[in-house]
């Protein structure tokens, strides 16, 4: 009950009132727990013009357990898998930094705002870290062809993300993988 | 809107109270075997302890044992306060950052200081036992505390009853007790003991045993518990519908007859004058023509109902006069008590008015008043009152003159003091004006002085000694040939009555706060004693310093 509660007044608050370049909807009005989230490219940053699909998904302990956010669309970041799946690695998603105060808004924003400012020194993708830190051009230069192949138009939120299911564990897995890589 | 039945119903059951109204059962008695049949009509289906280990029965907590046979005393379900609607908009600070709803039994931390619901708050410590806000570590046993203001503002919320159908708002210290002894909608235990589930408090008679047993619906040969029979007739039920047997509209089936005896045009009844003795009878439609079209019996009927509103009339005059009658009866009786009062009152105040008439003389006039006032006034009133109110009447306006006399006087004494105080400050002040006034004068008239003095000093050192003096400020030398003029000016000041030339002889700003500073009487002590002395250094100053200028 209070996480229904808690949950529809934070989606009463998005949606009224979104975060900047944002826009909420819910897949499915009788599941709550379910947001599918519009986030256009901010417009200092590599991926301007691109809109990116982000998957929400409150576990039915929120505000307790950390809310999973994934992207939905493909994003050249190193921060985000470069897979289908599209896991983040942001400080306040981390089951052990997450603390029930925070709100999705905020996490939302902290999303914008990485991608205005990548974090290289915690990558999920090692390549692209390096080359972020070392040759800012061409990391500019792929972010951008991915911003035209695969985030034009309205986002797709097909990929229902099986593997985010696998939670936020899977994501520091996948950060370890990609790293030996 | 939300699911009715989520998962995360396990969120209340960790070792609290099942804090939900809508929750049907009562956990903790022994249950019963039962058919798994949805339960009441609106609300979940039977969805109690979820599957978390917690439906196993829990320590008491002070609920009811199962064999109370008390149906009120704590049967009741505890309300979810965090489910509670509101009347205002309640102030974010007042918020649980977690659960996002007004504080629920609040605690503050006392190593950070935030404030949140208790449940809320111990559920978080359970996963990790740092502030949910900033991550301060917190000793569950130790860092908690209340904080005093938050409760009382919080019990001063309005909020409406969780009850669905009852519109009661109370403010939320209060809502407990209405909720668990007033509220017809609370729900509350079965009255039969061996039943564990729970209904409104209004359905809830003893003798009506329990309303939880199973009935076959009788269209769909659904099994169905008879408190849900109307909801399930009005939902659920197969069959629920049917054809009107004469109008042929649909209708919810067990409001069939309630339809055909109040709304259905085609069923046949009787006419509305059927009491006064119509014996006609047709489909609803048409009785409505028939009674347009003048009814025989309607037109008696309305006589008949003219002829009982009369006899209604009548019959309320008859009491109204019978209460009159002995209203009269009682005036009269006390009547009969009252003249020996007045007869005292104007002897006592006939001497008193009169001084020299005798109270014999009063009387027969008095009498004379009290014939006309009963003559004028036939009423209820009684003969013996006219007098004395107008005594008393006399008597309250004489108090009340006596009264403003006394205020005046009173007022009067009041404005003359205050004019007097009023006016002796101003006079004070307008003789220290005027002293200032005078001293003022005599100082420009001493300046104008010297300065005509110095003028003629000027032409005439320039006639004869041909040293010219261009400035404005004549030197200290160009005074001392003519050192003996100046002794006689400042005789001649004297003379004039000047008793400031001590001051005079410094610069101008000094000289005026000297001059203030001296009062009218320390000026004319000053006249008699310090004058010349003083006068004469200011002068010698005056000359061995820059000359005054106005």
């Known amino acids: ?181 | 809107m939300p699911p009715p039945n989520t998962p995360e119903e396990g969120m209340p059951a960790q070792g609290s109270l099942p804090r939900r109204i809508s929750g049907e059962v009562f956990p903790e008695r022994t249950r019963r075997p039962r058919p798994r049949v949805p339960t009441p009509p609106t609300s979940a289906p039977a969805t109690v302890p979820p599957p978390a280990p917690s439906s196993v029965p829990r320590p008491p907590s002070g609920r009811a044992s199962p064999t109370s046979d008390d149906p009120n005393a704590d049967n009741i379900l505890a309300i979810d306060h965090q489910a509670l609607e509101y009347t205002d908009p309640v102030d974010e600070t007042l918020q649980c950052p977690i659960c996002r709803t007004p504080f629920y039994k609040p605690v503050t931390t006392k190593t950070c200081g935030h404030t949140f619901c208790s449940p809320c708050l111990h559920r978080a410590l359970e996963l990790q036992p740092v502030c949910p806000i900033d991550r301060q570590p917190i000793d569950k046993s130790r860092d908690l505390g209340q904080t005093r203001v938050i409760l009382d503002q919080l019990d001063r919320l309005k909020v409406k009853c969780p009850n669905k159908g009852c519109d009661h708002i109370s403010s939320r210290d209060r809502l407990a007790a209405h909720y668990e002894r007033y509220c017809d909608y609370t729900l509350v235990r079965c009255p039969d003991a061996n039943c564990t589930m729970a209904i409104a408090r209004m359905d809830a008679k003893p003798d009506a045993g329990c309303l939880h047993k199973d009935s076959e619906c009788q269209y769909c040969n659904k099994t169905v518990v008879i408190a849900d029979l109307e909801a399930h007739y009005d939902n659920d039920c197969s069959g629920h519908t049917a054809k009107c047997p004469h109008c042929s509209a649909i209708v919810v089936r067990h409001r069939m007859e309630k339809h055909i005896a109040n709304d259905c045009p085609e069923a046949e009844i009787p006419c509305k004058s059927h009491t006064y003795g119509c014996p006609f009878r047709n489909k609803r439609r048409l009785i409505e023509q028939h009674e347009q079209n003048g009814c025989i019996h309607a037109t008696i009927g309305k006589l008949a109902m003219g002829r009982l509103e009369d006899r209604m009339m009548i019959n309320d005059l008859k009491n109204r006069i019978a209460s009159l009658d002995a209203r009269v009866r009682r005036t009269e009786q006390r009547q009969a008590t009252v003249p020996s009062i007045p007869s005292t009152i104007p002897g006592s105040r006939a001497s008193f008015v009169a001084g020299g008439n005798g109270a014999s003389d009063f009387i027969p006039d008095l009498d004379d008043l009290r014939a006309g006032a009963a003559g004028m006034a036939p009423g209820p009133a009684g003969a013996g009152s006219p007098e004395d109110y107008m005594l008393a009447q006399f008597e309250r306006m004489e108090s009340q003159m006596e009264d403003l006399r006394k205020m005046v006087r009173d007022m009067d004494g009041h404005h003359s003091m205050r004019l007097l105080n009023d006016t002796m400050v101003l006079n004070d002040q307008i003789t220290e004006l005027t002293g200032k006034v005078n001293v003022l004068n005599m100082h420009t008239t001493w300046l104008m002085g010297i300065q005509r003095r110095e003028l003629q000093m000027r032409a005439a050192g320039g006639a004869a000694g041909g040293e010219a003096h261009g400035g404005p400020r004549p030197g200290p030398s160009s005074a001392n040939p003519n050192s003996g003029g100046g002794v006689s000016l400042a005789g001649s000041s004297s003379a004039d009555g000047s008793g400031n030339g001590g001051g005079g002889g410094h610069s101008s700003r000094e000289r005026s706060g000297s001059i203030s500073g001296l009062s009218v009487s320390q000026r004319q002590h000053q006249h008699g004693e310090g004058m010349v002395p003083s006068l004469g250094m200011g002068l010698g100053q005056g000359r061995g310093e820059n000359p005054p200028r106005l």
């Open chain 1, 1 to 181: 009950m209070a996480s229904q509660k808690r949950i529809s007044k934070e989606l009463a608050d998005c949606t009224e009132n979104p975060p900047q370049g944002m826009r909420i909807s819910l897949p499915n009005d009788s599941d709550l727990h379910k947001w599918h989230v519009t986030l256009e490219g901010p417009s200092q940053s590599a991926y301007s013009g691109g809109t990116f699909g982000l998957f929400v998904t409150l576990p039915p302990d929120y505000p307790f357990k950390t809310p999973q956010i994934t992207f939905s669309t493909r994003i050249y970041h190193p921060n985000v898998t470069n897979d289908a799946t599209g896991s983040i690695c942001l400080g306040l998603l981390k089951p052990e930094q997450w603390k029930p105060a925070t709100r999705i808004r905020s996490v939302l924003e902290a999303i914008r705002s990485l991608l205005v400012e990548p974090n290289p020194d915690d990558p999920l993708e090692a390549r692209i870290a390096d080359e972020y830190k070392n040759d800012r051009k061409e990391f500019e230069k792929n972010a951008k062809t991915y911003v035209t192949r695969y985030a034009k138009g309205t986002p797709k939120f097909e990929a229902v993300p099986a593997a985010a299911a696998g939670g936020s564990d899977g994501v520091g897995d996948s950060s370890t993988g990609r790293r030996a890589n």
